[in-house]
Every structure is written in C-alpha cells, then in structure tokens.
C-alpha cells in the first residue's frame, strides 16, 4: 500500500513564498486563491522574539472531517491517501469548508483575474470554468504523481512526478514520497528529525507533516 505525504521542515523554510506562486502557476488558480500558502508565526518580545515561516495547504487526513460531511459525496479519498473532489459531484454547499480545521478549502462563485473581470490571455487560456461555485484545495499535483507513475517515475524524486510545490522550494524545506515505504525520503526524514502534525489532538492523522527542532538552530 502506498501512502503519499508531504514534509515540511521549519527549521529551512525562509518564507519566500515561491512555493505559493509554484502552486498557482502549476495549477492556475485565481489570484483569491491559495492551495500553498505560507503564514508568518512570530512569537515572544525583544530581547527573545522568535518567527517561523509555515507552509499549509490541505493535510489530505487518513480521516479527513470535510469527507464525512459532504452530501453529495463530491469528496473522496484515493487508496494512496489522497483526499480529492469531484467538481461534477459538488453542490457547493460549504459544509466542508466548515469542517476543515485547517482552512485549505476555497470557494469561488464569480472569477477575478490579475487584474480584474478581463482575463490576461495565459488566464483565459488555463480558466476552468468547473472550477466556479465548488469547492476546490490542493490536490497534492495527483495529475503529476499519476502520470510520472505511469512513465516509471518516482514521485518525490523525478521532478516530473512531483508537486509543483516541492520542485520550486528554493530552500530544499519540503519533501514528497510514500511514507509507507520504509526507505523513501519522507520515512528517512521522519525516523531522523523531530516532526509534528497540525491539530495533532483532532486525530485525523494528516498527510502533512513538520519537521521543528524548537528553534534549537537561533540559539
């Protein structure tokens, strides 16, 4: 059984946000909204403030909440763990933007280009109409990761089956591969570092997981 998850790692991350623009660009999104994003986490006071930059996006959950909530069963899950949607299937009804508790789901009822109603002609090119009035996330790039599959690619180490996210990180912070596979990347990094989930205490087991040594490296 293969189960495809993404590292992060907290320790690397600069915060220049080009994993967000990777993302937009890969998969043409509106500029309202943001599958990758990249929160800026500041704590403490002079003489002992602190600041990390964070990367989310949708944890694609061993039990994602969204799912169990749908209506028109619209969200799935595949067998490797990715959560997906079925624009055919949704009705928009938000109730899975209400049960995430990471915020990674997005809703767009009437499209706004760079610069305004007119699309520039790369955004018309790439506007998917069944994109509108549904709810849409990351999908872990499951285009990129099938088709590199199917070329005998390894997703997380050929680039071509990896998300675009991943590729783009300047700073070598995030990580994709198979975590049931005990030799990947991801399962080296994990039995090596010290790491933690999002909302760890809500149990949904999310495919997303951050590398964080306490902020050992400023002292």
Sequence with gaps: MTRWVMVADLNRCVGCQTCTAACKHTNATLPQVQWRKVIDIEWGSYPDAHRLFMPVGCQHCADPPCMSVCPSTATGQREDGIVTIDYDLCIGCGYCMVACPYQARYKVTRPHFAYGDEPMPSEAVRFDEGRMGVAQKCTFCS?????????????????????????????????????????????????????????????????????????????
């Design 143 to 219: 285009d990129r990761v099938d088709e590199g599959l199917a070329r005998g690619l390894t997703p997380g180490i050929d680039p071509e089956a990896t998300p675009g996210c991943v590729n783009a990180c300047i700073a070598d912070a995030l990580s994709f591969g198979d975590i049931e596979d005990e030799n990947s990347n991801v399962s080296r990094l994990l039995e090596e570092k010290t790491w933690f989930q999002m909302h760890g205490e809500l149990e949904t087991e999310t495919g997303f997981y951050y590398l964080w040594d306490g902020g050992k490296q400023e002292e």
